[in-house]
């Protein structure tokens, strides 16, 4: 909601108070202000201009040399290139030394060979909104009417020296979508009173009943329905100050009938529409649902299919609004209209979003009504807007007014007592404190034995219960005021669980190793659901799916991890490694709730090193992978439970892929995608690897640190000659086991299996590192430990060393 200060103080005295002292009261009373915007800011040295003389510039089509006075002792020459200009015209122009929105500044210039001292605006020009600026002056100058004075401020001729308060309001304060609401809103804050606009129509002899009778067939969506006629009213340009109001609030002026019904929709918060009667084609206006396949063309000229979940507006025979949202083309207010119906009416708010949600059109009337109106402004508002049009329309308002009246509403009897006020509040308040501030928000309200019963006025819907009126004694006594104190009681220390503290190590070590987070759907498709599932279970169907690409709960990570892949490769991100923790879902039969277990997954696919100044480039592989699983498993302290063996899996590659054992027992796997799977995906060579976490962090040894050695070690490199069937994680566990104390560090640094080996067999180098952190190692000790390893591997593996 837009608020002009100016406008505001038609309805409440703000003297004394600026416009941004008044958005932090307001701020501070409940409804935020979201900004203050001074309309003429950053705007100087633009006055009113007349144009005495309009002639073609000699040396361009398309600009004018046009002779201004600007109220100087001398008409200066300026140069436009508007196409409306004319003389005669009164104009906005930016002298020589003005500043334009943008820091814009105005000197003297030369276009084409012709002196121009200054610039003749439109209201772009001058910092209003294209959206908001009239038709007519859309693509041009603006014109002021004739009776404006030469060499005035044109700013202040164009009631721009205002500010504007936006309100970001919540849904429950629709009372606030109002000038009125907001000066209700504003007098309570400061204590002052609401002045509201007085005034009635001369009415003519003739009755609003003789020319339109009112049928409400839908009486429970429109439980009342007023129609007013006035006659011989004259289509024109609204006032300047009502354009400005219009525009401060963010609606596009048009004539001054539909400006009328707008102001109004501001002022009062009640939408009016105005019919051209004479268009109407009957003298009666039936309010019904609509029937199936029913046509109207609204005013955007759009051409609507109804359905009988709408309410329209109609002549008995076809329908001339859809109610509540937009009127219809065959009966808007034109130049030529001269006998204006006039609606006001009070719709159902569920019926009116139905209407406004189905085509797609969001208007400033359905926002109100959908929210909900003051049933008793409805005829009010009808009243003022005849007042208006009289006034700036020159119409003759009939008698009275055809209605159709159904609505029975009493404003809400809430009851509280003074005792639970200070209660949740944490205040000593008298019940004379409270009266006072119910008082100032022209709430009626009575005390009796310390229960305060207060009746709401309509216009505050939002309040039904006693909580509702705790909180306005809260807000308007101040959220500031409020005590603060300390929780009483026992407290008890927060922190982690272990399995809490594992996963974060488990994020920050991934992450440590380049790896990005991903969030991605637990919903799949049908097709994806069991794809690089850890285990595969019939998958778990949504009972309503929003679509089939989300209709079934994941088994596995990996495959939207891949999705995350294909849409960062396809925007030229190709080098990316991200993981993801979080759950896949088992089932568990029909009728039963799901096992949802947390795994840990990664995708990685591109270089892995790129450094360009050294040359050195390095694309990803399966032992960068394998690395950093293994630095994972080493941070949560059971590296020495691992085992890797090689298998295959459906998806991936069958000889880059391993299982991923803990003390024998598979919980995962990682390797290559298979490249069927890359070329659907358009991706390169992509590595995954998916870990059960719950099987990871089970029993997570804490972090070990160990002083640095101080004694020499020993290193012993051997060749094995194997069985081609024998892996290498097979002969490094057996060298581990046989090693004992003394053995620290065992890797794999050769593989050979040329032609000089014996067929079937194949040579493996491992290094071996052995130490004693207490002592220097004599050579026989080494040899006693070594010579175990081979008598170990023989024995177990039939390796033997190489001759």
Avoid at 568 to 597: C, H, M, T, W
Wanted: proline fraction near 4%; charged fraction near 25%; include cysteine.
């Amino acid at each position: 909601m837009y608020v002009s200060y100016k406008w505001l103080q038609d309805y409440v005295d703000l003297s004394g108070i600026t416009a941004d002292e008044l958005a932090e009261k307001i701020t501070r009373s409940g409804i935020e202000v979201e900004g203050v915007e001074k309309l003429t800011e950053g705007i100087s040295g633009v006055v009113i201009g007349h144009v005495l003389e309009r002639e073609q510039h000699p040396n361009a089509d398309k600009l004018n040399k046009c002779l201004v006075d600007i109220g100087a002792e001398e008409p200066v020459q300026i140069i436009c290139g508007a196409p409306n200009v004319d003389k005669g015209q009164k104009v906005a122009v930016a002298t020589v030394g003005a500043v334009l929105p943008g820091n814009f500044k105005i000197k003297k210039a030369k276009l084409r060979g012709e002196a121009s001292n200054g610039m003749i605006c439109s209201l772009q020009e001058l910092g209003f909104e294209g959206k908001l600026v009239a038709k007519e002056y859309a693509e041009g100058i603006y014109v002021f009417p004739e009776s404006v004075e030469v060499g005035k401020n044109a700013l202040e001729e164009l009631h721009r020296d205002d500010e504007v308060l936006e309100l970001g309001l919540t849904p429950n304060r629709s009372d606030a979508l109002s000038m009125l609401g907001v000066a209700y809103e504003v007098a309570a804050i400061l204590g002052r009173e609401v002045n509201l606009p007085e005034g009635k129509a001369s009415e003519a002899a003739e009755k609003a009943e003789d020319y339109i009778s009112v049928v409400a067939e839908a009486a429970e969506d429109n439980p009342l329905y007023i129609a007013k006629v006035i006659k011989n009213v004259k289509v024109k340009p609204s006032p300047i100050w009502m354009q400005a109001r219009l525009t401060a609030a963010g609606i596009r002026p048009h004539n001054n009938v539909v400006d009328i019904t707008n102001y109004i929709l501001i002022e009062y918060g009640q939408p009016l529409h105005a019919f051209d009667y004479d268009k109407l084609g009957s003298k009666e206006i039936v309010v019904r649902r609509a029937k199936d396949s029913e046509e109207i063309v609204t005013l955007d000229d759009a051409k609507r299919t109804l359905s009988s979940d709408h309410l329209v507006i109609t002549n008995g025979t076809e329908p001339v609004a859809l109610a509540g949202v937009m009127g219809g083309a065959n009966s808007e207010v034109q130049g030529d209209t001269t006998t204006v119906l006039l609606e006001s009416a009070y719709f159902k708010g569920s019926t009116v979003r139905k209407a406004s949600k189905d085509h797609g059109l969001r208007s400033e009337a359905s926002a109100r009504f959908e929210k909900g109106v003051d049933p008793n402004r409805v005829r009010a508002a009808a009243e003022r807007a005849a007042v208006l049009l009289e006034q700036y329309a020159e119409g003759e308002v009939l008698a009275g007014s055809a209605e159709a009246n159904t609505l029975k509403i009493e404003p809400a009897v809430v009851e509280v007592s003074i005792e639970k006020i200070n209660q949740v509040l944490g205040l000593q308040l008298m019940s004379e404190e409270v009266v006072d501030i119910f008082t100032r928000l022209q709430f009626e309200a009575v005390v009796e034995q310390g229960q305060i019963t207060v009746t709401v006025p309509t216009r505050r819907g939002d309040i039904t219960i006693g909580e509702d009126l705790i909180e306005e004694v809260a807000r308007l006594y101040g959220y500031d005021n409020l005590l603060s104190t300390l929780p009483v009681g026992s407290t008890t220390q927060g922190g982690l669980t272990k399995y809490q503290q594992s996963r974060r190590i488990v994020r920050n070590t991934l992450e440590s190793a380049g790896l990005y987070q991903a969030i991605t759907y637990s919903l799949t498709s049908e097709a994806k659901a069991s794809q690089f599932a850890l285990e595969v279970r019939e998958p778990l169907p949504l009972a309503m799916p929003m679509s089939e690409e989300r209709s079934v709960l994941r088994l596995s990570l990996v495959p939207q991890l891949l999705e995350v892949l294909k849409y960062n490769s396809a925007r030229q991100n190709d080098s990316l490694a991200v993981y993801e923790i979080g759950s896949v879902f088992l089932s568990n039969g029909k009728d039963q709730l799901p096992e949802e277990k947390e795994h840990v997954a990664g995708a990685v696919t591109g270089l892995w090193v790129n450094h360009p100044w050294q040359g050195e480039k390095k694309p990803v592989d399966f032992y960068v992978l394998k690395g950093i699983v293994e630095a994972l498993v080493d941070k949560l302290g059971i590296n020495d439970r691992i085992e890797f063996r090689q298998s295959e899996r459906d998806g991936l590659h069958p000889g880059r892929t391993a299982e991923v054992l803990i003390d024998g027992k598979a919980c995962g796997y990682i390797g290559q995608v298979h490249p069927t799977v890359e070329k659907e995906l358009d991706l390169k060579a992509t590595y995954v690897f998916e870990l059960s976490l719950e099987s990871l962090l089970a029993e997570t040894a804490p972090l070990v640190y160990e002083a640095i050695p101080r004694f020499p070690s020993i290193t012993r490199d051997i060749a094995l000659v194997a069985d081609q069937e024998v892996s290498s994680g097979h002969l490094q566990s057996i060298i581990k086991e046989a090693g004992g104390t003394l053995l620290k560090e065992v890797s794999v640094f050769d593989l050979y299996e040329g032609e000089r080996m014996e067929a079937g067999k194949k040579s493996i180098a491992f290094s071996l590192k052995y130490f004693d952190p207490e002592k220097t190692l004599t050579d026989e000790e080494v040899v006693k430990a070594h010579t175990k390893v081979l008598e170990a591997l023989e024995e177990k593996a039939g390796a033997v060393l190489r001759g």
